[in-house]
């Protein structure tokens, strides 16, 4: 196998302008339908399924998967403007995002962000092409005791993202938990506090992010008048591009987030999700002012960005390598592998290698035109917020209900996203912190799980986690977390 | 700016009108001219396991061969509500009471779920379609397991000792170990995952020692070696693979297929069930699909209409019951 007569097929199949048309097409769509809460990757790229339908299997693929990558980038932006998260992967952008956004730096968020996710995006991509095959076998060494080791550690993370008040983030991380047990209990099949069929499935997770942070703000601003800091001069050319020494300031930042981002976004479940929040605490925790997260930190912008986008290409490596999706999108765009007659696994990179470079060398090009396609939206999404910045209030409410509703048209999930705006609002006013909470509703149910998976492999012996290399390892940097502020703290008052 | 404001209004206001235009579908049916009744507007499709499995698999192909063919016009959205053996799915499919516009695929988890109690419908709840055929299970080991023919496999079990995978609990695959351990004599401890795909991910991984799946989920690791089938379920052994030997012939009298078939939610309108009927079965005898599907996935053609397959399942149900009460899992 040549890489380089790989990448040669691949870009004689790209490098025509039906397919360039497709790229950009599903680029814009994808970034659209990031935009809009509710919508996300896997609504965005299902809605365009049977567009896609009517091509042939290479260009048919190449376009959704720009799609997949344009959610990436467009779920940022209403992360950043407006404080509403349009899909998992968004949230952590919103914790410094939208306080740029508030102290009129807006522009400079987007700008930043969207080249994180570039760098991001690409060098996960050429990890792709570079090492699929051999990369997803890393994949493959993870088994339960692994995601659970993996969770403990995504759990002691909460530690170093919560500095103030450890009691009440102990207290969101226990309510999180209980909220993320609510639904069917796949290994024992029975339900709980499924009052309602509509909760068999859950809480859907996406509505409760609408809701605690949209709606959450929204009430939270009624109370004094809601006005975002963007005066005539803000909306300047000049001042809303980010500036040379502000991309150097986060170079190391958007690095990290990579690795993260390529390697976690890998895997199977909260691939991408963990990865950002990953990034995020790791930031936070190697920044020489980690009180300043939270209040508009760049880092804490870039480092997460490029590890949502990196995840794009990590998830793409099980889900054409092992036919395993790494998450909501890649779950659809497998389909969309199947209903082609393609069958992902080890031997597709043979059987059907055009396919697979054709997908590889189009989202190299999708990410560069989506580079430049968010570069000179800004302009327009800040006229947008500066025009509409009297009126913000009832139109992020209206935003938040619709992309709830649309979730799965249940009018239940309007409830649903309205009960946790008004939870948020409380959490604000009374200062509680919500990364715990949504921490913890995303890993609980996972921890559990792969714990009790693990516990029957091993017959009930704890060892399990211990002698198992990468669980191990987890394990140790799970303890490494947790004790790391402490230490922090010791030494700076050494001092 | 302002025009660009009005246009993004624009956008946002044309997603609410289709949000609401999809959800008001079910009270808005018209019949068409000649007084046919035919769905106005898009169709669900619900698989109760996550993508990449059986149930996914089959709806999409059937999604894709229907709308090819010409079968069906409408639009056919393909979705997963995957969970609690199938509660998740069962669940969703019976809040759609009395829609028109939406059909599940249902296997074996479909009677033994409700049988276990953690669903309050069973299957006489819902509105029978069709059957569309039947799947073998075939046993699979790692081939680094050391383990490559069926008396090896045998001395195995026997240590007692084995992990089984599964795609959740009481359903097809865990009775089928259930059966394995009771026949052999011998201890084994199932592990229940969320779908095929991490079934045979963990072991690929070596994870756990053996599984059952169905054909498909593991041709792929089986054709690169990856994989060796050990044996069959069937009655007698498949042309694909002649040289696995079948349970029966290896002494153990085991035979268990999973069937596969159509149904709509409760209280479906008859005229949209015997549409879905008539669809269905255009669609078993299209050489498009026995290629695409039945072939291509090792299923048997089985086609049954909807009263012939709520008495086959009528019959099947009490068989679930009686293993899944000798087995102890029900009392």
């Excluded at chain 1, 909501?328 to 470079?357: C, K």
Aim: hydrophobic share 45%; net charge negative; proline share 5%.
């Amino acid at each position: 196998m040549d890489l380089f007569s790989n990448i040669g097929l691949g870009l004689d199949l790209v490098l025509n302008w039906q397919v360039l048309l497709l790229i950009f097409g599903g680029s814009i769509i994808g970034t659209l339908a990031g935009t809009l809460p509710g919508i996300g990757p896997s609504a965005g790229i299902a809605l365009l399924l049977p567009v896609a339908l009517g091509l042939p299997a290479g260009p048919a693929l190449v376009f959704l998967s720009s799609i997949y990558l344009g959610t990436m980038y467009g779920g940022r932006i209403t992360s950043i403007l407006i404080n509403v998260p349009g899909d998992s992967p968004a949230i952590v952008t919103a914790w410094d995002g939208y306080p740029m956004m508030k102290k009129g730096q807006g522009g400079i968020a987007m700008g930043i962000s969207a080249i994180s996710s570039f760098i991001g995006g690409l060098i996960a991509l050429i990890v792709l092409a570079v090492a699929a095959p051999l990369v997803s076998q890393w994949a493959l060494s993870f088994s339960s005791p692994e995601y659970f080791t993996m969770m403990l550690f995504g759990f002691a993370t909460i530690a170093s993202l919560s500095d103030k008040n450890y009691i009440k983030s102990i207290i969101m991380v226990l309510f999180g938990l209980l909220v993320g047990m609510v639904g069917m209990d796949f290994i024992s099949g029975f339900g709980r506090y499924d009052f309602v069929p509509e909760l068999y499935d859950g809480f859907d997770f996406v509505a409760i992010i609408i809701g605690l942070y949209g709606i959450g703000e929204v009430l939270f601003n009624v109370e004094t008048s809601f006005k975002l800091n963007i005066k005539k001069e803000n909306v300047k050319l000049n001042s809303i591009f980010p500036k040379w020494k502000d991309i150097k300031k986060v170079t190391a930042s958007t690095l990290r987030g990579t690795g993260i981002g390529s390697f976690i976004g890998m895997l199977p479940g909260a691939g991408g999700t963990m990865a950002t929040f990953l990034s995020y605490s790791t930031e936070k925790s190697v920044s020489k002012e980690p009180e300043k997260f939270g209040k508009g930190k760049m880092e804490g912008l870039a480092g997460p960005e490029a590890a949502n986008n990196a995840s794009v290409g990590g998830a793409l490596m099980p889900m054409l390598a092992l036919g395993i999706p790494g998450g909501g999108g890649t779950a659809v765009l497998l389909g969309a592998l199947i209903v082609f007659g393609l069958q992902p696994g080890p031997r597709i990179f043979e059987t059907s290698a055009d396919v697979v470079w054709i997908i590889i060398v189009g989202l190299f090009v999708a990410n560069i035109l989506l580079l430049f396609a968010n570069v000179f939206l800004i302009p327009f999404f800040v006229k947008i917020m500066y025009y509409g910045q009297n009126y913000l209030g009832p139109i992020i409410a209206f935003i938040c209900l619709v992309g709830a509703f649309s979730l799965s048209y249940l009018v239940f999930d309007v409830w649903v996203a309205i009960a946790f705006g008004i939870l948020g609002y409380i959490l604000k006013k009374l200062d509680y912190p919500t990364a715990p909470f949504i921490l913890a509703i995303i890993l609980g149910p996972m921890a559990e799980d792969s714990f009790r998976q693990s516990m029957i492999m091993s017959r009930g012996d704890y060892s399990i986690f211990f002698t198992r290399p990468l669980a191990l390892t987890f394990f140790i940097l799970a303890i490494l977390f947790l004790v790391y502020p402490v230490i922090k703290r010791k030494f700076k008052s050494n001092k | 700016m302002k025009k660009l404001l009005s246009i993004s209004m624009f956008i946002l206001l044309l997603t609410f009108a289709v949000a609401c235009n999809t959800s008001d579908e079910e009270s808005s049916n018209s019949d068409n001219s000649d007084g046919e009744w035919e769905p106005d507007g898009g169709i669900t499709f619900m698989a109760s396991y996550a993508p990449g499995g059986g149930h996914d698999t089959m709806l999409r192909t059937m999604s894709s061969v229907l709308s090819n063919e010409g079968i069906i016009d409408n639009s056919i959205n393909v979705i997963n509500k995957p969970g609690g053996s199938a509660a998740v799915g069962l669940g969703h499919a019976a809040s759609q009471e009395g829609a028109d516009d939406y059909i599940f695929s249902v296997t074996s988890s479909y009677l033994t779920t409700p049988l276990q109690g953690n669903v309050d419908h069973s299957f006489e709840d819902f509105t029978p379609i069709a059957r569309l055929g039947e799947d073998p299970y075939i046993v699979l080991v790692n081939s680094e397991s050391g383990i490559s023919n069926f008396k090896e496999f045998e001395e195995f079990i026997k240590e007692g000792n084995a992990t089984f995978g599964g795609t959740s609990t009481g359903g097809g695959s865990h009775l089928l170990a259930l059966q394995i351990e009771e026949a052999f004599g011998a201890n084994i401890e199932y592990v229940p995952f969320e779908g095929d795909g991490e079934v045979v991910t963990a072991l690929l991984g070596g994870h756990i020692d053996v599984i059952a799946d169905n054909i498909h989920a593991s041709k792929e690791y089986i054709e690169n070696g990856d994989m060796i089938p050990i044996a069959v379920s069937t009655q007698e052994r498949l042309e694909e693979y002649p040289e696995v030997p079948t349970l029966i012939e290896s002494g153990y009298d085991i035979e268990w297929t999973l069937f596969r078939g159509i149904y709509g939610p409760p209280n479906m309108p008859e005229e949209a069930r015997a549409w879905y009927e008539e669809k269905m079965k255009e669609l078993s005898e299209n050489e498009k699909w026995q290629s695409e599907y039945l072939d291509k996935y090792s299923i048997k053609q089985g086609f049954m209409n909807g009263s012939e397959f709520e008495s086959y399942l009528t019959e099947l149900n009490s068989t679930y019951e009686e293993h899944l009460r000798t087995l102890g899992i029900i009392e």
